[in-house]
Each structure stands twice: as C-alpha cells, then as structure tokens.
C-alpha cells in the first residue's frame, strides 16, 4: 500500500451505497490528465470514500469537478472469464474541493474551496490543548 495524494476530475457523478450494517461508501473514478509534446494522456483511478467522508463528496461534488484525494494507494486483483485482472484503487482518508465544472458553478461558494475534514481526521486546534510544559 501507499499513501498518496491525487489531483483529478470527477469521471461521473459519486455512486453511493451502503453496507449492511448502515455503513454509506462512496465510490468514484478520479482522471488527469498529463500533456507531454502537444499529446494529451487521461489516467483514471477508482477511489472510495467511507463514512462520512463519502457522504460530503457526493453531495457537493458531481462530475466533471476538481477535487484531491490524500489516502492509501492498493493494488486489487479479481478474475474475470479466467482470466486475472488488476486495477489500483484509492482509499480516501481526506480530501479537498478544487475547481468546479462549468456546468457546476451555481454550488454553494463556501463549498467549493478548501479542506473537508470529518472528526475522525481532524487534527485537534493547537490553542485549544493544554501544555504540559
């Protein structure tokens, strides 16, 4: 496994499903695009978001929109008709909201820029904690 950060465009709008025990995960695919010599290069990844995290991105993120992923990078294998497959996928821990789509831009602007944190990532305010020293 490795952990990354991923800068990319929506592929499709986030699927949502839940788990039998409640739990909601979000599942999308993540473009970018590289430009070498004048020749354009789209790679996608499949991402999945848990728990709360998931349930931010797919309500304020739709295809076509920026966003970038921090999490752990895996390598998943399956067999399909005997034959074995493999494709990488990315466990998203946190995330922010980039550029909106054009066919986007009426969203809420406090939503279209900067960090989504859920509590279970949250990094705790410094001024709030009691020194020991």
């Not at 952990?3 to 986030?14: A, C, F, W, Y």
């Not at 909106?100 to 279970?120: C, I, L, V, W």
Request: charged share 30%; glycine share 8%; with cysteine.
């Amino acid at each position: 496994m490795i952990h990354t950060e991923i800068l990319g465009r929506l592929g499709k709008d986030v699927e949502m499903r839940e788990t039998q025990s409640g739990m909601k995960i979000a599942n999308f695919s993540l473009g970018s695009t590289t430009k070498y010599k004048e020749v354009e290069n789209t790679s996608w990844l499949r991402c999945v978001a848990w728990g709360k995290t998931g349930e931010i991105i797919a309500e304020y993120c739709k295809k076509g929109d920026q966003i970038l992923c921090v999490g752990t990078l895996e390598q998943k294998r399956y067999e399909k008709d005997g034959e074995q497959k493999e494709y990488w996928e990315l466990t998203v821990d946190k995330f922010e909201f980039g550029a909106k789509s054009k066919a986007n831009e009426e969203a809420p602007q406090d939503y279209t820029r900067g960090a989504a944190k859920t509590q279970s990532n949250m990094a705790p305010d410094l001024d709030s904690i009691e020194m020991p020293f």
